[in-house]
């Protein structure tokens, strides 16, 4: 049974999407994930939120850009926590997603991530099932541990090497 | 019968719209207003703008703050033209109103007005009306033409008085 | 005869309103298009738009970028429902022509749409023009359906490949 | 014993923080607050960050203004969920703080919210919460349901007394 | 006669532009002004436009805030130089307006000052007759030198009292 | 005799600044051209300056990019008319340069363009020349006939062939 | 002698710099001010500069609004290390002075404070001094220890305290 | 022994903190430098930091990007002079990194750069250096001297060239 739920406005978002998928596959988190716009499948989008924790689910991720209006309506139609991914899309860098999915009103939180920043929105996702399952949480600390090592193991490179790249 | 209805997000969003109504009274056009939030009330918001066009309405106009996702959700529950009105907020003099409601994705339109821009909102909404109301249409003209005159008249003070303001 | 006209500043803005044109097709709304410049041939500019109830136009849609006037100008030289779509130009990824169409002056509205969104222009005529022509609504409908089944099926193709984009 | 903690980098920043105490308060979610600066005091901001798991915390909402580098600190020595609040400090009416917490790199999440948004950063550790305790979500869904009671009250009170706000 | 004309657009910018006006004074530069709006008297202000050369002018001075069109329309009617002043309106510090005036496309140049820089416009213009005029340039000289003796006076007066403003 | 200068901060901006050149000869204005720093030769842009009016300059033209100090630099040194053109370099399309050129404190004006507006540089500098010498008044006047034609040409191939670009 | 110079633009900048005198003279720095316009003084202003080795001093502290480009003029006279504030003025909230120091081509470093960051300039000059001078170190390492003492101390209060601010 | 520290967050900033190291060679300057990530390696980082002066460090020179904590972490740790150099990641031209960076809270300074700035950051640390190094002194004003006469070069063969590039 999927414990964490990914939703995104459009195919076009399968991509910078799914460094979630990526992420909570290698943490060993099942998850299930829909396309579905807050604009132009409202009554599915609504019907797949109000249905997401008897579907097992415990957060929600949503992907959005533009106007991304897709994060705060999932947020308004459950009280499971949801984390909201701006993505950029034709302008502006995704700077309108970020503030559209941030600036939301006192009452309905969204847990905002950065522009494109799908594999942290997964993360957040695995601390927050962390809390309550030792599980998830020795292989979030092991994900860590292997991320550590990685910028030591690059630093190492980096001493041989130097700057012109060359050992 | 109303003919335009006026949806905003909080009470404190009244003086900020109530240009609007203001302009609506001024051109004869019968409306109707309401609270509804797309993140705390939003069945209320779905079933008003599903029900808007069988209670005589033709123009939407949706004022949000923020996030504003009102206008958008509006749209994406009617066929009626709906015009948004980014409103400021507690940040970004409503430049993250402005982004969300504008920066729409392609079949959901909305048409956006200036940061607190609820006057022009209802007069686009008056102008939509025009198109086959004649009425409307001189109202408008008229509504115009004391709009140059009064722009003429300030000139003509200003001719006398100058910079100094005095005459 | 044309219901809708479409203006634009410089034959560099013609691919970046295209989509207009083609969502008008789609909805069989005839329409008439011009390349006319606020700046370089404001005579023809004003011209045009007084003469474009009398051409039988119900809706002006017009493209701009960078200081983009020409909206504006329009606006206040005609009492139809003017929609301007701020185009990218050479910096600020609209940013410009944005806040030049959106920061209208109370008395003389544009309906402003999303930077490069000239789909969402000719969709807003459409829904103006829906108020009072069923044949255009029903259209229209049929375009939002379309449109829903659109997103449903890319979903359903998603649901069968998943992330890595192979069934 | 505390399940969430608060920590904010200056005594400026009590008044802001207020909102996420008042909530935690209203829905009996014990928490613990201290003053503890990235910059100024960071043995400390560790320390702090390093026991809260022992202390009994499950979630961190960090507040911060300008460079804000404190929610970053603080999710990058614990492994519970971090929730960032940007704060507004002497410019950019807090747009700083939002992109310092927001731009997270891959690997360190952390839950932003609005700028001043702390009332959203304690409903949204109440969610986290909720997923495993059924009294939080009871209480939760009792704070929902008098939120939406509220607008419409609101409305009710508006169609009385309308724009004027006069009954 | 004059030979420089101040335009704006609401009487609301009068203090705004006095700065303009005040400095023609001080160099004893016969201008004169009016109030004219490219969007509300869009005629008049063609008119006015067209007909500068022939009452003397040399240089115009046109100031707008938001979306600020009035100097390109001034400069696509004329080809005497326009001097553009963008002025804060109601929101964005007069970016909306900056951006507007000084990202006109190539063609029609329009002479972009500060946001609310009404006083360097009217030295711009006084820089422009002084090419050929040696009266306005030794005008011009002498104002350099006060400002300069101000700036140094300022100097000696803080040499004083240092930074507690106490000598 | 040149009779205007045109300065840049480095040889990257030559084919930015390289459209000014194009429109003066075109306009048969005799200009000088320099490679010169506000800040890694101060010296010899000082003295540039100060010897442009006896050089036979009447207006200078300033590229500059990024900090952008050249213009006001120019400006301080000369009463001649400074035309600032911001230009592109590595970062915030141009807003660095525009924002360091337009904002100048009252007491030395720069005359700001378009982000790479080199050629409306051009044009305004013919625009001052114009008002004293009939003949630059010409061809300037003959300049935005073509320039109109231009426009109504291309309204014509667009009139032919449409949105397809085919005839 | 002086070991460290403060210049600024204008009198209206002494409140905002005050903040680095008063640094200075807490960690007995003695240090000499001037009030020196990039554009209107620029002579003076590289005399200042070129002397100021000479002088004693070894660091500058060049503050700046708007345009800002004090600091950068400053940095291309002297090989002293030179620090630039970003100063508020009448816009943008001093984005356009921090873009404008922050944004130097390679060549001519500015150290960048944040905007009004006088107090850091100071500190930042006192690092400097600190690398060759032990008890500079000294005075800046007690500085640091109070500054997190005093951190301490208000979180102590805040404990007794709590949001209320009542003990 | 190495006098100037380099780190960075991510080997992909190599290649953006590469100019540092071509210059500190050119002056020759010995320095080290490290890959060490203030929020994937915390410890890491502040172990190297703190002992930074003991290495015989007399500057750090740290770059990041996006929401970019490193420099004012390493600031913190130290009393060493911080140069901070914000790099361009995935998104807003490196602006997020520039606030970050440069919106230091008082009391821990950080010398902000330009955004991928670090041959600045270089040039920053050999002139601090140079206040008590005459060696280092005089190859800055070496360094300083060739710069000028790269630019008088390239004024020369434009002047053979012009704008066509062709001599």
């Known amino acids: 049974m999927p414990r964490i739920g990914i939703i995104?406005?459009?195919?076009?978002?399968?991509?910078?999407?799914?460094?979630?998928?990526?992420?909570?596959?290698?943490?060993?988190l099942p998850h299930e994930a829909t396309i579905c716009s807050a604009h132009r499948t409202p009554d599915r989008?609504?019907?797949?939120t109000r249905e997401a924790r008897d579907r097992?689910?415990?957060?929600?991720?949503?992907?959005?850009?533009?106007?991304?209006?897709?994060?705060?309506?999932?947020?308004?139609?459950t009280d499971l926590p949801v984390i909201g991914v701006p993505l950029k899309a034709w302008a502006f860098d995704g700077l309108d997603a970020l503030l559209s999915i941030a600036q939301m009103?006192?009452?309905?939180?969204?847990?905002?991530?950065?522009?494109?920043?799908?594999?942290?929105?997964?993360?957040?996702a695995a601390r927050i099932l962390a809390i309550t399952d030792d599980d998830v949480r020795r292989r979030l600390?092991?994900?860590?541990r292997q991320q550590s090592e990685l910028v030591d193991k690059k630093d190492?490179?980096?001493?041989k090497k130097g700057f012109g790249g060359e050992s």
């Open 8 to 28: 995104m406005g459009s195919d076009s978002d399968i991509p910078k999407m799914k460094g979630a998928a990526e992420i909570l596959d290698a943490l060993e």
């Open 45 to 48: 989008t609504v019907q797949w």
């Open 56 to 77: 097992g689910l415990s957060v929600i991720i949503a992907g959005a850009g533009a106007s991304a209006a897709l994060p705060g309506v999932v947020a308004a139609h």
């Open 105 to 124: 009103p006192p009452g309905v939180p969204v847990a905002t991530m950065a522009v494109n920043g799908s594999k942290n929105g997964a993360l957040l």
């Open 141 to 144: 600390a092991e994900f860590s």
């Open 156 to 159: 190492q490179d980096f001493q």
